[in-house]
């Protein structure tokens, strides 16, 4: 039996563990492999790209790598997409923003990551 695409909620749990793992050993290779061909992140009031493509994504992570970990607060689906609040490791306690993923097939199509004003 084949099994199901995962879902938006499932993608954006494997982001965020995706990138906490390349926090920690410098290899972002599998984020960026979540990612649809023409698979877009987009930063919200933070200045960096938009990012399409896993060759770009993976490029902006080697670039500038994040220096903590994500920790995601609570998720919702809707209609196909995911949302969460996140904050960082260090300070779990403060909200920074949330991210919002869309899927498709088992790939990551567009992840906007929006800090709070």
């Known amino acids: 039996m084949e099994r199901a695409a995962p879902d938006a909620t499932e993608l954006l ?6 990138h906490n793992r390349g926090v920690r050993s410098g290899d972002f290779d599998a984020l960026a492999r979540l990612f649809r061909e023409d698979g877009v992140l987009a930063f919200d009031a933070i200045r960096a790209g938009p990012f399409r493509g896993p060759a770009a994504i993976r490029q902006a992570f080697r670039a500038r790598p994040p220096d903590d970990e994500l920790v995601l607060g609570d998720v919702t689906d809707v209609a196909g997409e995911a949302e969460a609040t996140y904050a960082w490791r260090r300070d779990p306690a403060a ?3 949330t ?4 899927g498709d097939r088992g790939e990551i199509a567009e992840l906007r990551i929006a800090r709070k004003p």
């Open 13 to 18: 749990h494997r982001y965020v563990d995706s």
């Open 95 to 97: 909200i920074e923003g």
């Open 99 to 102: 991210l919002r993923l869309r």
